[in-house]
């Protein structure tokens, strides 16, 4: 008995109509400026957040060599060093990790479900655009002597509205990026079926709407204390930057890093070029991960909270779905054959810094291992600006890797391949060589120190330190060196040149307005390029 | 079963149009919800803090009187209703309806704002003490969702009658609805949390 499904003919009205009316598209500055095209907005977070990460990684580097002799290297005078490491690690995370990766998400994840747009395109760009802005303000915020511990009430007014407008920003394009992924996948793409990084954006945006509000409803109570109230509690310059440490430390900090699993996955996966088996474990540890990694219950956290079975548990618990993602990753291989591409690289790097991040994170969950924060202190031991700063290198890693990946998506041509097999080598070094002193000095007793200089970590390993974010520095420069070619125009690109397994792979390089030429057909299962393949 | 031929099966269902603006609400929804709990939730640390320690949460010569609150509750409960028959109103296209029941909506929102604004005049508490603070900026924060649930309601109410959605298309509509359900869902704690506790 044969049986065969007829295709809804709506599918056909409706995409033809979309196609046969795609308007001509702008070009210009307008192009730019008023483009609510998923892969313009996305270019535009990927380009401003590494020209903003590249202040970041220079006030690291700053702050790494005054370490090495804080008594004499005075880099940073007594008034402002407090403000600039707050303004460090909130660039980190909001100029460069969360941004990189949006961007990205931004261009890919539309690409991969087989969606014609990003879902709210307008709301796309206008997180773009207020993200710039907060980015802006937030800067100025510094330079007015605002900021936490900042002396003008004005610069720590704009530095809380700034935080906040970058945070909901960064929440904005969260909503747009899950709807895309939740509404408007096409025939056949269930859920089950969706690309392994689309999932863990989706897994990452559901986490970044379920925690960041919590952040944002303590950034409205700052600027209400500090504007109208007597500023003495939660809006006091010394109380601000306390108030929002808990999304620098484990668990919460692991969001960011979410995409990071689902970026190995798509790559080892794509070039295995083999069915993934083990796919429901891939997802299942995609989500579990990203469950284990809320961290919301942690704002004010008291040293008694963070000894609390919850947070001991999830700490330890957090490392066992990288290692099912790890094997079911592996397992591909076994159907599959395995390609070195600069690709795996950087997913394997970024996999391997972001171990470090949750191995050590669950060391750090052990109650009584390491020293309690004293009073004076910054608010906590040094080994989790250690963990953190892993898991956003992490993020950052898999966010340049997946610019890489998928360049002839994002630019207009494929990456320099040998630069960019280099690139993730020097960026693995320079991160490890980055955190694994700040690990040894928060076990070995060591605490941020609030003097006038700069005493975070010891002044020996401060060395490596240096050169480790020097490191980064230069591997995001081969990087980007590596990605020159996509701004030149080029014949002849490939649209699929991985042979790849998934959607994106199926619309000419650079993909045009409305993403796909002709209607895609329906999805059969998780790898539809390999269903075409054999059809043929 | 003794037969040779080939079965088709009828043509599929024409697809569900993408339910992306109720996807998006109910994802904002969400945060919206989390930005609340966590702002409820250190205000239930704080008064927690202060009572164990012996101390008063509410300062000398202050009071946070029931009655506002509770008219306003009640108030909020009357516009569940009234949303919901907006939304069927629109369901089966009856314009008349779903115009009263939106116009109902709005004003027991805006009656809501006014006795909690009403309740501020009554409270005597000043934003500079940490009670001020709080009070002030969950309840604040609150009148603020009232004002975008009101404002979303009425956009799409006067869109799907404008034709953008029919009938039983009425995804804007409903969407708004659940904004405002969780609008009215948050009230109900902060009546509780902060109008009955004290």
Known sequence: MAVTETPPETVATVSATVTSSTPPQPSGLAAVLGSGDHKVIGRLYIATSLLLGALVVGLGEAFAIEGIAPKTLDIFGSDSVFQLFTLARVGTLFFLALPLTIGVALVVVPLQVGARSVAFPRAAAASYWGWLLGSGLLIASYAMNGGPFGGSSEGVNLWIAAMGLLVASVLVAAVALATTVIALRPAG?????????AWSVLIAALMWILTLPVLFGLIVLMYVDHRHGAGTYIGAPTALYPSIQWIFRN??????????LGFLGDVLHTVSGARMKLRSVAQAAIAAFGLLSFGAFLV???????????????GLLAIVPLLALAAACADVFRAGSFKLRAGVLYATAAFLILLL???????????DLLDAPTGGALGDNIFFLGVGHAAMLA??????????????KIGRQPANEKLGLLAPLVLLLGAALTVIPDLVAGVTGDEFQRN????????????AVAAGIALVGLGVLIAVVSFLPLLKRGDDVPADPWDGLTLEWLTVSPPPLANFADDLPVVTSAEPLIDQREET | MATSAALALPPAAPPARPRVLLVGTALAVAGTLMAFAGLIGVYLSQRHDALTQGGAWLPDGTNIPLTPGSIGMATMALSAVTIWWAVDAVGRNDRPSAYLALGLTIMFGLAV????TFLYTQMGLAVNTRTGLLV??????????????????????????????????????????????ATIAVYAVIWYAIYITK
């Open chain 1, 189 to 197: 793409l269930y859920l089950a079926r969706v690309p392994l990084f």
């Open chain 1, 251 to 260: 668990p919460q900090v692991y969001v960011v890093a979410i995409p990071v």
């Open chain 1, 300 to 314: 004010a956290p008291s040293a008694a909270a963070l000894d609390s079975y919850l947070v001991v548990g999830m």
């Open chain 1, 357 to 367: 991040s949750v191995a050590a994170g669950a060391i750090g969950s052990i109650p």
């Open chain 1, 395 to 408: 993020a950052v890693i898999a966010g340049i890797g997946g610019i890489h990946w998928w360049a002839t």
């Open chain 1, 452 to 463: 006038a200089d700069w005493t975070g970590g010891y002044a020996g390993t401060n060395g």
């Open chain 2, 113 to 116: 704002i006014n006795s909690t």
């Open chain 2, 136 to 181: 002030y900026t969950v309840t604040g924060a609150h009148l603020a969702m009232i004002v975008a649930g009101l404002v979303f309601a009425a956009v799409m109410t006067f869109r799907t009658l404008g034709g953008e959605y029919h009938g039983r298309d009425r995804e804007g509509l409903v969407a708004a609805a659940l904004f405002w359900y």
